[in-house]
């Protein structure tokens, strides 16, 4: 790796780094990146964390997932830089929450909050005069024991958002739907993609990977040993829950856990990142002009005596070439690969912030709308939480 001969990254206070000069003439100046601590108050395993406009103001906020705590938790900007937090959901209808995604199940043009909770079961947390917080029954007692991943989008094309997610104790990657506007947890059916090969499935992410117009699922499945990152293709909105989805492999990666879908070669498709649990490797495959051909595998790098966890395709430095965040889950590390050359080619890492803890999901966004890209992420640890890495000066 090139970080090993070329490592001129330097702490400073605040767990931030630098990227000297003279390092790497190839790559603009990266800033260093200083943490500000958006909420230590949930409690405590902090467990993931993604970016929304949530209350419909032009500025982007955040909803959390507190795994120990059993607490979902809503950060809003108010104004750009301030956040007020709170929790809007708690309890056995959460408990064990590992994910949460953002989307309005019920058209009344106010976000809600479906979390996935290793209790078993997905609750649907709606937004109304107050918050409140039902279980959706198809997701209870149908042999899921732990639902990790949960995504929100309009999946068959009838304009009313449903409910991708995969079960990492129960193998499926399920789908929830309502037949009119939901009203309640009673609403929703389940449609399994697939209960059969996804063994320790982990994540379900929602894109059109064969540009037809709908939605997909990219998958990974830790214990799947053929075919472990793979997507299903969605039958067609007439179909879509009353049909086989053809599963279409992408390609194996060891104990495979956290996906990420973005071009990262500049050809216009839609490649796959993922990384791996139990080795905290990182990879990325390239996608063919036919995504249900055979996909190229190109490792990017690992860290050892870690776990990987969340990755994210970016251009952390705007200099049009892709970058990869990625987060660790044990002695917790928020870092950077960047090709030397050619994404086809070595990478090199830089480490941006040695936190500790355990790290999850790493959402690379401009947060402040100051034209500059941004991180979040969760750190469970002692007086961890949510915190937001902005790049300074």
Request: hydrophobic share 45%; charged share 20%.
């Amino acid at each position: 790796m090139k970080a090993l001969l070329c490592s001129r990254w330097c702490s400073i206070a605040l767990t931030a780094v630098v990227l000297a000069s003279g390092c790497d003439t190839a790559r603009p100046v990266s800033s260093t990146y200083l943490p500000v601590a958006i909420d230590t108050a949930g409690g405590s395993g902090a467990d993931g964390v993604v970016v929304a406009d949530v209350d419909g103001d032009g500025i982007l906020d955040a909803v959390s997932a507190w795994e120990q705590s059993g607490r979902v938790r809503l950060h809003l900007q108010r104004p750009v830089g301030v956040w007020n937090n709170r929790t809007i959901a708690e309890g056995a209808d959460v408990g064990g929450v590992e994910d949460v995604a953002v989307g309005d199940l019920d058209g009344d043009g106010r976000m809600d909050v479906v979390a996935a909770c290793e209790s078993g079961r997905l609750t649907w947390i709606r937004q109304g005069a107050s918050w409140t917080s039902v279980v959706i029954d198809a997701s209870v007692g149908t042999g899921c024991g732990s639902w990790i991943d949960v995504e929100i989008g309009d999946i068959n094309g009838d304009g009313l958002p449903d409910v991708a997610a995969a079960c990492k104790e129960g193998d499926a990657v399920s789908i929830f739907y309502a037949l009119d506007t939901p009203t309640g947890g009673d609403s929703f059916v389940r449609f399994d993609v697939d209960a059969v090969t996804r063994r320790k499935a982990s994540c379900a992410l929602l894109v059109d990977m064969d540009e037809d117009g709908d939605l997909d699922i990219v998958s990974a499945a830790r214990e799947e040993s053929v075919a472990g990152i793979a997507w299903y293709e969605n039958p067609g909105p007439s179909l879509a829950f009353a049909s086989p989805w053809t599963k279409h492999a992408i390609g194996d990666w060891p104990d495979a856990f956290w996906l990420d879908v973005g071009d990262i070669d500049g050809d216009g498709l839609v490649d796959v990142a993922a990384s791996s649990w139990e080795q905290a490797s990182f990879a990325w495959f390239r996608r063919p002009a036919d995504p249900r051909g055979v996909w190229q595998r190109f490792s990017v790098g690992e860290f050892s005596g870690t776990r990987g966890a969340g990755i994210t395709i970016t251009d952390l430095d705007a200099d049009g070439i892709t970058d990869l965040v990625v987060g660790t889950y044990r002695s917790g590390r928020l870092a950077v690969f960047r090709p030397v050359a050619s994404v086809t080619g070595a990478w090199w890492s830089a480490t941006l912030a040695t936190p500790g803890g355990r790290l999850d999901l790493v959402p690379v966004v401009d947060i402040n709308g100051d034209g500059r890209l941004d991180i979040l992420t969760t750190v469970d640890a002692d007086n961890g939480g949510v915190f937001w890495y902005r790049p300074w000066p």
